[in-house]
Nanobody
Framework: QVQLVESGGGLVQAGGSLRLSCAAS????????MGWFRQAPGKEHEFVTA????????YYAASVKGRFTISRDNAKNTVYLQMNSLKPEDTAVYYC???????????????WGQGTQVTVSS
């Protein structure tokens, strides 16, 4: 079992930055692929980015590539999402999730946090 708790969301102006954190508790955190998804009102969960254990591979959605950076600290059981050059269309609830293997499909993630709101004003 893995429990995930996100933090760091908030209100920011377009062009600004935010850093989200996802603290994990439970066993074998370092063996999971960690992903970030987002959900805007009335829309499905959208894949944002993922990172494999040992940070050997990272994956990004085209809409955030070059602006967002995912990283993890296995010693602290924490994954981070650095978001730069934020746009109003990045507004959503952001969730971190854990999976046994890489996937951009949210149904393949076994564990989810409660989400943190990110609002980007124009």
């Amino acid at each position: 079992q893995v429990q995930l708790v996100e933090s760091g969301g908030g209100l920011v102006q377009a062009g600004g930055s935010l850093r989200l954190s996802c603290a994990a508790s439970g066993r074998a955190f370092s063996s999971y692929v960690m992903g970030w998804f987002r959900q805007a009102p009335g829309k499905e969960h959208e894949f944002v980015t993922a990172i494999t254990w040992r940070e050997t591979s990272t994956y990004y959605a085209a809409s955030v590539k070059g602006r967002f950076t995912i990283s993890r600290d296995n010693a602290k059981n924490t994954v981070y999402l650095q978001m730069n050059s934020l746009k109003p269309e990045d507004t959503a609830v952001y969730y971190c999730a854990a999976s046994n293997r890489y996937s951009s499909n949210p149904t393949n993630y076994n564990y989810w946090g409660q989400g943190t709101q990110v609002t980007v004003s124009s």
